[in-house]
C-alpha cells in the first residue's frame, strides 16, 4: 500500500460504532452493502447499467452522529463480509509542489481500485468530505485544487458497484457542495437529532455513573441539540465535581 492511503484498525471501527436511533439510515446503507457483497451478477449488471454507485453522503449540523453511522456501516461490511475500511492520508497527498496533490491523489484512487479488486470489497471513508479540498495556500492552489477535484469527481464516476467499492462521506455543508459533486454521490442522507435518540442516550448514560460518584442526571439533558451536547453538559459537570 502507498502512503496515501491508511487502513483503519478494526478496534477503532467496533469502538466508534455505538450508534443510537438512525435505523432507518442504517437499515438502508447495509441493504447496499448487501446487494454489493451477496448479491447475483444480475444485480450488479443492472445497477451499474442505470449507474448506481455505492457513494454515499451523510449530512446534517455538527454532533447529529454522521461519522458514528459511518463508522456502524463500517463494522457492518466487516464483520458480515470482512471489508475493511480505509481513509486518504491528506497530509501526504496534498503537497505544495504544482501537479503533486493531483497526481497523489490519482495514486490513491489507483490503490483504492487495487485493494478492493484484492480483497473483493472496499470501504473508503471521507469524513469531513468538505475539508478534503480546502484552500492550503499556495500559489497554484485554484487550479491545483479544481484539478484534484475533477480527479475526484472522476474516480467516482470511474467505479462501479462491480469492483465492490463503498464510499461513505460525511459533511456539514452539503449546501455548499458543487452540484456536479452532489450528483456523483448516489444515496444522500440528512442526518437530523431526534427526541427519541436522545432519550435513549440518556438511559444509557444514567445507567453508566458509577453509584460512588454522587451525581444526579438532569433529564434537562434531553433537551439538548444533540447526543454531542449532551455529553459535553455531563461532561461540564463533571469537571466541576471533580474540581470540587
Ligand atoms: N446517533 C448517535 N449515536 C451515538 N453517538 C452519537 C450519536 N450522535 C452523536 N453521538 C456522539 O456525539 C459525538 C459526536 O458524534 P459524531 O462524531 O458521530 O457526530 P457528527 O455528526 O459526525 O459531527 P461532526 O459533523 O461535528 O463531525 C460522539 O462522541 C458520538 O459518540
Ligand atoms: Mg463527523
Same mark, same amino acid.
Given at each position: ?61 455538527? %454532533?447529529? %452522529? ?145 453509584? %460512588? ?32
Amino acid at each position: 500500500m502507498n502512503d496515501f492511503l491508511y487502513r483503519i484498525d478494526e478496534k477503532i471501527i467496533k469502538s466508534k460504532a455505538n450508534l443510537i436511533g438512525h435505523t432507518d439510515e442504517f437499515k438502508q446503507c447495509s441493504k447496499l452493502i448487501d446487494i454489493i457483497h451477496d448479491s447475483g451478477k444480475e444485480y450488479l449488471t443492472f445497477f451499474n447499467e442505470i449507474d448506481i454507485r455505492s457513494i454515499n453522503i451523510f449530512y446534517g449540523e455538527t %454532533g447529529t %452522529g454522521k461519522t458514528t453511522l459511518a463508522y456502524s456501516i463500517a463494522k457492518y461490511a466487516l464483520t458480515k463480509y470482512g471489508i475493511e475500511s480505509y481513509s486518504l492520508n491528506i497530509e501526504n497527498i496534498i503537497k505544495t509542489e504544482l501537479g503533486a496533490t493531483v497526481n497523489n491523489f490519482e495514486s490513491a484512487f489507483q490503490e483504492i481500485k487495487k485493494l478492493s479488486e484484492e480483497d473483493k470489497g472496499i470501504i473508503l471513508f471521507l469524513d469531513e468530505f468538505d475539508r478534503l479540498l480546502v484552500n492550503r495556500g499556495n500559489d497554484n492552489e485554484l487550479s491545483e485544487l479544481k484539478r484534484a477535484l475533477i480527479a475526484l469527481m472522476d474516480f467516482f464516476q470511474s467505479i462501479s458497484v462491480k469492483q465492490q467499492i463503498t464510499i461513505l462521506a460525511t459533511t456539514n455543508y452539503f449546501g455548499s457542495l458543487d452540484s456536479a459533486m452532489k450528483r456523483r454521490f448516489s444515496f444522500h442522507y440528512e442526518i437530523k437529532s431526534n427526541k427519541e435518540s436522545r432519550e435513549e442516550y440518556y438511559e444509557k448514560l444514567k445507567k453508566l455513573i458509577p453509584n %460512588g460518584l454522587n451525581y444526579k442526571l438532569s433529564d434537562k439533558i434531553i433537551d439538548s441539540s444533540n447526543i454531542s451536547n449532551m455529553k459535553k453538559l455531563v461532561r461540564e459537570d463533571i469537571v466541576k465535581l471533580i474540581k470540587g
